[in-house]
């Protein structure tokens, strides 16, 4: 059963830090990409930061310079590093892969950032 399980989220000050995993139940290299999509309360989801299978990486503008999306091979396993947090960008965040047919959701980990 393919499963994306994320944790990591929390309650952090602004500016302060929080790094989210998103651990697959089988190789990250069997999905064309990778990445984090956020809802923010009364908003659509939006696209985070991806990685694509090749390994380039795309990042939404607002959070550009301060969130770092990787992967651990060995681990299965995705993250994203979210430094200089505001609290714009509390949300739920949610783990994402996309192969040819079909696309794979986690259950989603919640980022509050206080002011």
């Known amino acids: 059963q393919v499963q994306l399980v994320e944790s990591g989220g929390g309650l952090v000050q602004a500016g302060g830090s929080l790094r989210l995993s998103c651990a697959a139940s089988?190789?990250?290299?069997?999905?064309?990409?990778m990445g984090w999509y956020r809802r923010a309360p009364g908003k659509t989801r939006e696209l985070v930061a991806l990685?694509?299978?090749?390994?380039?990486?795309n990042y939404a503008s607002s959070v550009k310079g301060r969130f770092t999306i990787s992967r651990v091979t060995a681990n299965n396993t995705v993250y994203l590093q979210m430094n200089s947090l505001k609290p714009e960008d509390t949300a739920v965040y949610y783990c994402n892969a996309e192969e040819t047919l079909r696309s794979y959701w986690g259950q989603g980990t919640q980022v509050t950032v206080s002011s």
């Open positions: 089988e190789s990250i290299f069997s999905y064309i990409d």
């Open positions: 990685i694509t299978r090749g390994g380039n990486t």
